[in-house]
């Protein structure tokens, strides 16, 4: 997951023609955004029959919200903006001249207290590096309030840290995994205490941009448990690049070795050439199947937010149902 990009796929895709023919072939096809406007790195959190979205910061009524957040009772929607989830920025985020920060790649969870945690990324003024910065709420809408001074996770010698994301295991305990570095990309499994601040032992990396359509990035990263199997979905090269693919790496324990699918599950072939660099994903359990929402290109400058059935097969593998999207409530956290 990747800051706005403020033209950067104009660079890659001119306006006009070329890209209007691409957007209309998307009308043939069989999904479309659940929410159209731009609303990228897309985070969900079921809370008992309401799902809300969270995206990275993004232009509202002329002004920037931080954290956008919306709701709905479906994934399909109808999506209802709500409003910024994090209106004041921590005192350590680097700040524009308007007095606005870049805010990116939102991840909000339940605490066993009843609070919600809210994790993001924002460039540290101090250190010039991206860093993961933590706040509270009472409310899934917010107002999230930072909590302490400094980032939760800031690494200048692994360069940029991003792209956090919860996980907690069927037996309980729980954990933050994080992108770092530059070159080479890895992305780091962290354990964190019950409070979903404190860390626990030593962070272990999980997996590395170690193939060439990676680009040296592998970010956005997305954990889920099937059966005895860990699935460790994410998004490889560039946000912007044109290639911009979701993979996933597999394996039976936390603490053992990650086996990358070959190839890619998702990219802009699978939604027929449509919406150019899928990615940002996160998954959502259901009823009866999986769900897995992402973002893609629907304008050179927007990135909208979709929703894709997600299947399993015997063996834990996962795979998509692109005709089979979400028509009922949540289930209850």
């Not at 706005?4 to 104009?10: F, K, M, Q």
């Not at 680009?215 to 099937?226: D, F, L, R, S, T």
């Not at 802009?268 to 150019?276: Q, V």
């Amino acid at each position: 997951m990747s800051p706005l990009p403020r033209g950067g796929w104009a660079r890659l895709l001119k306006t006009g023609p070329a890209f209007a023919a691409i957007v209309a072939a998307a009308t043939a096809s069989t999904i479309q955004p659940v929410i159209a406007r731009d609303f990228p790195d897309p985070a969900i959190l079921a809370v008992g029959s309401v799902y809300y979205a969270y995206s990275t910061a993004s232009n509202y009524g002329g002004g920037v919200w931080h954290v956008p957040v919306q709701r709905a009772s479906s994934l399909t929607g109808k999506w209802t903006e709500v409003g910024d989830a994090m209106p004041d920025l921590p005192a350590w985020v680097g700040k524009n001249a308007q007095g606005s920060g870049n805010v990116w790649a939102p991840e909000v969870a339940a605490r066993s207290d009843g609070s919600y945690i809210l994790y993001f990324t924002a460039r540290s003024a101090a250190k010039s590096v991206q860093c993961i910065g933590v706040a509270l709420a009472s409310s899934p809408k917010g107002p999230f309030r930072p909590v302490g001074t400094e980032p939760l996770v800031c690494r200048p010698e692994d360069v940029d840290s991003i792209d956090p994301s919860a996980f907690t295991d069927t037996d309980g305990k729980q954990y933050l995994l994080y992108t770092s570095g530059r070159g080479k990309a890895t992305i780091w499994l962290q354990q964190v205490s019950v409070d979903g601040i404190t860390p626990i032992g030593a962070r272990r990396p999980l997996i590395q941009a170690d193939r060439p359509e990676e680009g040296n990035i592998v970010e956005a990263p997305a954990m889920v448990k099937h059966g005895n199997k860990y699935v460790l979905f994410y998004s490889g090269n560039a946000f912007n690049s044109g290639k911009y693919f979701v993979n996933y790496a597999s394996g039976t324990s936390l603490s053992g070795t990650f086996t990358k699918r070959d190839g890619q599950f998702l990219n802009r072939d699978t939604l027929g050439g449509a919406y150019p660099n899928p990615g940002g994903e996160e998954v959502v359990p259901g009823r009866k199947h999986d769900y897995m929402l992402f973002h893609a290109y629907t304008n050179p400058g927007r990135r909208s937010m979709f929703v894709v059935g997600l299947g399993w097969d015997s063996s834990g593998n996962p795979n998509l149902e692109l005709d089979n999207v979400v028509k009922a409530p949540p289930t209850k956290p």
